[in-house]
């Protein structure tokens, strides 16, 4: 057998193979929803991304002979570095065949590059980072991912800590079903909250999309602030996931909480493509635009993505209002949608984990973030 070795991507067949190698791992894995080649290249594109006007990257593939046998990103996020004062590296986009020699050499070119730049530790998955895909599956593989949480085979925890790669975070993805019920507790909670006459809820409008987003920007940053992992995005960030996004909202399920004239909440849940995508298989194109007309109605579930209620009004079971309120859209259009998921959450966030079971929720799945010193 010949020996792993590790270049970095520079020519266009390079990226090519890097954006084409997870459907050598997936083969076998039925759950797996391919992503669009094209947004994968407009995701690492660091000349039109916004996210690359203030990070760097390196992207290393993994070959034996000519054959690719694993990938890696190693990231530099400038913006969180300065907002934490920390030497955070990162790691990301990795896929690999079941080969520790492999997966070590990976990484260990990941870790000399972020040491050169300075970095004093490595954290990951991060796919560029917590506002974009985050994490590693290993709890949950029975089930299929939703739009924009990861998906990848169960050995890849073994892969990261055969390289001294260390749990520094779980993740909890809840799942709800037509027909779950919250709990009693929960409903006088949200009856009482109903009471106030000074609360109410918006929805986004989205012919003022621009406006809209940089909004739910204010209150999520001022809500996440002090979050573990948390970056807030830059404008140009928030516009453009605002854009992609919104080709596939659902209006009644993206909305603001007011505290008469002040927004101090925000939600925004979305109809879950990757059935459709999955169809796609990685391509649009003549006949893909075809397979979205035929199968677009195979999209029978959703994902609650971002919530957040600015610090100052954290005591008032806001949080309660917006699940109830998606749950209610959720069941008026039952014909439409089946199931949902709520997530991601901290572990250790309690009390956004008992308000997702509260509501009827069930914890299913857990991605874990790893940490390594460098």
Not at 186 to 194: A, N, Q, T
Not at 251 to 265: K, Q, S, W
Request: proline share 5%; hydrophobic share 40%.
């Amino acid at each position: 057998m010949s020996e792993v070795e590790i270049v970095p991507v520079q020519t266009r067949s390079d990226m090519k193979a890097f954006i084409d190698f997870p459907w050598k791992i997936y083969q076998d894995y039925s759950n797996w929803v391919p992503p669009l080649k094209t947004e994968v290249r407009k995701l690492l594109d660091t000349r039109k991304h916004p996210f690359w006007k203030f990070s760097e990257r390196v992207l290393f593939l993994a070959r034996r002979g000519r054959e690719v046998m694993g990938r890696i990103a190693a990231i530099v996020d400038g913006n969180y570095n300065e907002y934490h004062s920390e030497k955070m590296g990162a790691w990301g986009f990795f896929e690999c065949i079941e080969d520790e020699e492999v997966s070590e050499a990976l990484f260990r070119s990941a870790e000399q590059w972020l040491r050169q730049k300075g970095m004093t530790f490595m954290r990951g998955p991060l796919n560029p980072s917590t506002n974009y895909d985050v994490g590693m599956l290993i709890e949950g593989f029975q089930y299929p991912p939703v739009i924009m949480m990861p998906y990848n085979p169960p050995y890849y925890l073994k892969l990261a800590e055969s390289s001294g790669f260390e749990k520094e975070k779980d993740l909890l993805a809840f799942h709800l079903e037509q027909g779950d019920e919250p709990s009693n507790r929960f409903k006088r909670l949200v009856e009482r909250i109903r009471g106030n006459n000074s609360i109410h809820i918006r929805l986004f409008d989205f012919k003022r999309l621009d406006q809209e987003a940089l909004l739910f920007k204010e209150i999520y940053d001022d809500a996440w602030s002090d979050n573990w992992g948390f970056v807030p995005m830059t404008n140009d960030e928030m516009l453009n996931a605002a854009r992609q996004l919104s080709e596939t909202a659902d209006p009644d399920f993206c909305f603001f909480i007011y505290r008469a004239e002040e927004p101090v909440g925000a939600m925004i849940a979305l109809p879950d493509p990757n059935p459709l995508l999955k169809r796609l298989n990685g391509k649009v194109g003549l006949f893909g635009l075809l397979k979205v007309l035929i199968y677009r109605r195979e999209i029978k579930g959703g994902r609650v993505l971002l919530f957040g209620v600015k610090k100052e009004f954290h005591k008032l079971g806001l949080l309660m209002l917006a699940l109830d309120h998606v749950m209610g859209a959720f069941r008026k259009k039952k014909e439409t949608y089946q199931h949902a998921e709520l997530g991601w959450t901290i572990e250790d966030n309690a009390s956004i984990n008992q308000v997702c079971s509260e509501g009827g929720a069930q914890l299913y799945k857990r991605y874990r973030v790893f940490r390594k010193p460098l």
